[in-house]
């Protein structure tokens, strides 16, 4: 059952209308691990870091059962930071500072250790990094997940166009589908960007929940309406963890599979923006993720008779 995690471990400084986080643990491939870990195990973790990333945050992922193997660790130089600022709405932020670092030259190699991973998720690099991970694979996973954003889209499309060919599921938001497309309809950008590559396609719409797409078929997930929203930075990596963490553990990528699976992601990324960072997924317990799929249940669970 195991889970093939590729994206970035890095220091985050965040300003919310709640309040600021000072320097904290972010990246897409910590959110995931975090999120994942609770479905499957092992968690093969492929990264890079500087010196000044706390071994104790690395221990603590370990301790998850996430496999590290696959992380460099780049003693001189600092891992990557990026700072931002929300607005009070929370959907819209400001970037701040972008500070690559040792992700400017980042090249992952795939330790022998993670050949035959069955499930591989890709999340936000290079449209070139995340194809040579692919190339990296002995044997293709049963399936590929790939998360990917405008800025790609913006500065290297021919290659994001090379990946998506080799990739089973994609992940975007809803202004990343339009921007890929052309199109304003969802419903004309999903067809889309399935004759593009991938088989699946989830669009991301924040506290509005998400799509997904396959063939003639859609599928909508509410998100949780929650009281407090503190900080979603991580939500979507999280919703991908909990997402590819079920399919892992069940090895059952159907369609109807695939429905509960982004529930499960939903129920997951609720919880990480209840905190700054990593700090709620740090803490919950299954009995917690049990509840809150519950609470998804009766949220969409209606009885209709027709007269």
Same mark, same amino acid.
């Given at each position: 059952m195991s889970l093939t995690v590729v994206g970035s471990m890095a220091f985050d400084d965040i300003e919310t209308p709640f309040g600021k986080s000072g320097r904290i643990i972010g990246g897409s491939a910590?959110?995931?691990?975090?999120?994942?870990?609770?479905?499957?195990k092992p968690i093969n973790q492929v990264s890079v870091v500087g010196g000044d990333f706390p071994q104790a945050e690395l221990d603590a992922l370990s301790a998850k059962g996430v496999a590290l193997q696959g992380v460099q660790i780049k003693k001189d130089e600092k891992s990557f930071y990026w700072a931002g600022k929300y607005h009070m709405d929370m959907n819209t932020r400001d970037?701040?500072?972008?500070?690559?670092?040792?992700? $400017?030259?980042?090249?992952?190699?795939?330790?022998?250790?993670?050949?035959g991973s069955e499930f591989l998720i890709l999340g936000n690099l290079s449209p070139q990094v995340q194809l040579d991970v692919i190339k990296q694979m002995k044997k293709r996973p049963k399936l590929i997940v790939l998360d990917t954003m405008n800025f790609w889209m913006e500065v290297a499309m021919d290659d994001l166009k090379k990946v998506l060919k080799e990739v089973d599921v994609l992940l975007v938001n809803d202004g990343e589908a339009r921007q890929l497309s052309g199109e304003f309809s969802l419903v004309k950008a999903a067809r889309k960007i399935l004759t593009m590559g991938p088989r699946y396609l989830i669009i991301k719409k924040g506290e509005h929940g998400a799509l997904l797409f396959h063939?003639?078929?859609v599928f909508f997930?509410?998100?949780?309406?929650l009281e407090d929203v503190f900080d979603p930075t991580g939500a979507g990596d999280t919703f991908a963890? $909990?997402?590819i963490g079920h399919l892992a553990k069940t090895k059952d990528i159907s369609f109807e599979n695939m429905k509960t699976a982004i529930i499960v992601g939903s129920a997951m990324a609720s919880f990480c923006v209840e905190k700054f960072g990593v700090g709620r997924l740090r803490e919950i317990t299954q009995d917690d993720i049990n509840g809150r799929l519950e609470q998804f249940v009766q949220l969409v669970n209606f009885d209709i008779d027709l007269v």
């Open positions: 910590t959110f995931i691990a975090w999120a994942a870990s609770n479905f499957v970037t701040l500072v972008t500070e690559l670092n040792v992700l $400017g030259d980042f090249q992952p190699v795939i330790p022998e250790s993670y050949q063939e003639n078929h997930a509410p998100a949780l309406p963890g $909990g997402f």
